[in-house]
């Protein structure tokens, strides 16, 4: 059985920059990719705005993955595409069965596993939408790929739900496309996706958005006919004589990522109810040593350039996790969260000598103005950060440097101050 | 006429107003005049689509306008688009239409296909 010390799960941004991370001419790393052709989901994201933080230009999805392609050039890592992971276990090092052409199904060992396996999308069943079940109701991802990679337009006349990046992107595109767009549907009192895409994806071409609405039926037997939409009130309950009615032959969802690690269920490590993904410390390690996990498949980003500054440093402790394996464990603090705040990460932190700055990514349950983010250990402030506007749809990052100020027995916490 | 427009050069989204004057008000930075004056007299947007490609391994090509296009062109842009058939291979860079519609603006290659080379897409 060949021994590998570093098996990447998973080719797209994620994976990508955890290889270039990770790679190093001592080790024998391994990526692994499902598909033909590695960059994963930015094969089909055709539209710009990619990579102004990580290359400072912006570029197109396709662009930033043959970027990120580029950069591993001449490093020692070997890739497998068309390669697909059925089975990973644990005991005292990794066993990985995965299968492709050339090789059958094949099982590995690895001494550290890396999961950058992405995210799926919500589904109509995720969310109960009520009414028949004709054809005719996708999901925005999925669409974008028919479109962008196959060139097939799912359909005519669309409706879409939820207000989502994707789908605020695929809004755009299928009307450019010569499809309409008669409407988004979000049943939140404000947009999930990016301001910039409301903006250029709907005000653009004048496609209504209705704030605190959802789909309350479908119709349709073989094919979708069209659907109704009603507004609802703070606890989500529909409203009674809201209802407005769209023809439609498509109903598109854009209701949300989940981190796609249910292929690892037999790994026995612990989560985070509010990311779905898996918890860890600073390093990116999970509670099962040996195991790191970074971009969609840890937590549902934003911005591509988030996901592979994360997964670059997931791949460099995935790396030093390899040089330093006989150390002996240590121990860990929580990272608790305030009311105001939805989840953190890291969740928890790995107290060692190292004093390497920790960089917490957090998302906030309501919009802000004006607040304040505190970093706490007990009564002990230990920093503190303003900000002029915070919202559930934008990730806020702050570094925290004086990480020899850490006590290793008391919790850290994050408090935001809102006026 | 008055029109109401939010600005997108920062996370804060100023909601700006602009009189037929192209005095703005709403801006809580000098940078929302420049934004809704340019959205006024000049809106331009870049332009991402795909064209159809003869390949082994791909049957679309993405591309976008190397620069942002005139806004009330795009659907002019997008039916000349529409009736491309590129051969592979392509790179990233390469012209797909020059100068569409008389911009000044190419039509550019955003992903590289060589024929019959999957890994390579």
Do not use: W
């Amino acid at each position: 059985m060949k021994k590998h010390d570093i098996v990447i799960i998973g080719g797209g941004a994620g994976g990508l920059a955890a290889a270039q991370g990770a790679s190093a001419s001592r080790l024998d790393v391994l990526l692994l990719e499902k598909d033909a052709q590695l960059g994963g989901i930015l094969n089909q994201c055709i539209h710009t705005g990619f990579g102004l933080q990580h290359y400072k230009e912006e570029l197109t999805g396709p662009e930033y993955a043959q970027r990120a392609i580029r950069e591993l050039e001449g490093l020692p890592i070997t890739i497998k595409t068309n390669t697909t992971v059925i089975a990973i276990e644990k005991t005292t090092d990794f066993t990985i069965t995965y299968t492709n052409e050339s090789e059958g199904e094949t099982t590995i060992r690895a001494t550290a596993c890396i999961l950058t396996t992405g995210s799926f999308e919500r589904t109509r069943g995720a969310i109960k939408l009520p009414g028949t079940r004709p054809k005719g109701i996708i999901t925005a991802g999925s669409a974008q790929r028919y479109l962008n990679i196959d060139g097939y337009l799912v359909g005519k006349n669309i409706f879409i739900l939820g207000s989502g990046d994707i789908g605020l992107i695929m809004a755009r595109r299928l009307t450019l496309e010569g499809a309409q767009v008669l409407g988004v549907a979000e049943i939140l009192p404000h947009a999930s996706g990016l301001t910039r895409n409301i903006v250029q994806c709907l005000h653009d071409y004048d496609i209504p958005l209705y704030l605190s609405h959802t789909v309350t039926d479908i119709r349709g037997a073989g094919q979708l006919r069209g659907i109704t939409i009603s507004e609802v009130d703070a606890n989500f309950q529909k409203k009674p004589h809201t209802e407005k009615h769209f023809e439609v032959d498509t109903l598109m969802l854009s209701v949300g990522l989940i981190p796609d690690i249910t292929a690892f269920n037999g790994l026995s490590f612990a989560k985070d109810n509010r990311t779905n993904g898996a918890l860890v410390n600073q390093t990116f390690e999970t509670s099962l040593e040996g195991l790191f996990a970074a971009g969609n498949a840890l937590h549902i980003h934003d911005l591509v350039d988030d996901v592979s500054a994360e997964s670059l440093l997931a791949g460099k402790h995935a790396k030093a996790y390899l040089e330093n394996k006989n150390q002996k464990a240590a121990s860990h603090i929580d990272v608790l969260v305030d009311e105001h705040i939805n989840y953190c990460l890291p969740q928890r932190i790995q107290c060692t000598q190292d004093t390497d700055p920790i960089t917490f990514s957090l998302r906030v349950k309501a919009k802000h103005e004006k607040a304040t983010l505190k970093i706490m250990q007990g009564d002990k402030v230990l920093m503190t950060r303003k900000r002029q506007h915070l919202a559930p749809a934008e990730m806020e990052r702050i570094t925290f440097k004086n990480v020899d100020r850490l006590d290793d027995q008391t919790p850290l916490s994050l408090k935001l101050e809102v006026s | 006429m008055e029109k109401t427009m939010i600005c997108i050069l920062c996370p804060v989204g100023c909601h700006l107003e602009v009189d037929t004057d192209l005095n703005v008000e709403g801006n809580r930075c000098p940078r929302g005049i420049e934004y809704a004056k340019k959205e006024m007299t000049n809106p331009t947007r870049t332009l991402t689509t795909t064209v159809a490609i003869k390949s082994a391994t791909h049957r679309r090509l993405s591309v976008k306008s190397a620069h942002p296009l005139p806004k009330e062109k795009l659907f002019a842009c997008m039916a000349i688009i529409n009736n491309v058939l590129i051969t592979a291979p392509v790179h990233i860079g390469d012209i797909i239409v020059p100068n569409i519609l008389d911009t000044g603006v190419d039509i550019v290659a955003t992903n590289t296909i060589l024929n019959g080379d999957a890994a390579s897409g």
